[in-house]
């Protein structure tokens, strides 16, 4: 296959996975580039519940492939599925714990600001009470989290 046939067969195939392209000067209404999103993560901060998490649970790294985060959890690790919807305003974020210290469900959202990424999101207890601002309240019983992009 020649060269440019083959550069052009991956370009569409990364569209096809990623998402939509999107047109010279034209951000996404999400604000959130599912291909930056790929890479090592550390910890800036966190909150669970409207309480400062304790650093000892902000270490390590938080991994993000395509599909999956991968997430330290002590001796174990979180492993969840994900889609995003960068349709949405903040972007939408679904999580699936596929293995780790317990399983289940959660629904959040998600933005990036240059090398940093911001992320609330809730156990989905079926009410589908997504997060709708940047924040971890008692009332709420959000987690959130800032994380830096690893060099």
Avoid at 64 to 75: E, L, S
Avoid at 113 to 123: F, Q, R
Wanted: charged share 30%; proline share 6%.
């Amino acid at each position: 296959m020649p060269r440019l046939a083959l550069l052009g067969a991956a370009f569409l195939a990364v569209t096809l996975v990623f998402g939509e392209e999107k047109k010279p000067g034209e951000e996404k209404k999400g604000g959130v580039d599912p291909a930056k999103v790929v890479g090592d993560w550390t910890y800036v901060s966190g909150w669970v519940a409207g309480k400062e998490a304790p650093k000892d649970d902000l270490k390590g790294t938080v991994s993000v492939t395509r599909d999956t985060f991968t997430v330290p959890a002590g001796p174990e690790k979180f492993v969840m599925a994900y889609k995003l919807d960068t349709k949405a305003d903040p972007a939408h974020i679904d999580l699936d714990i596929k293995s780790g210290p317990s399983k289940g469900k959660a629904v959040g959202i998600i933005a990036l600001d240059g090398d940093n990424m911001k992320i609330a999101y809730v156990v989905d207890d079926g009410s589908n009470k997504r997060p709708t601002k940047f924040e971890s309240t008692k009332e709420n019983n959000a987690f959130y989290f800032v994380l830096k992009k690893a060099k």
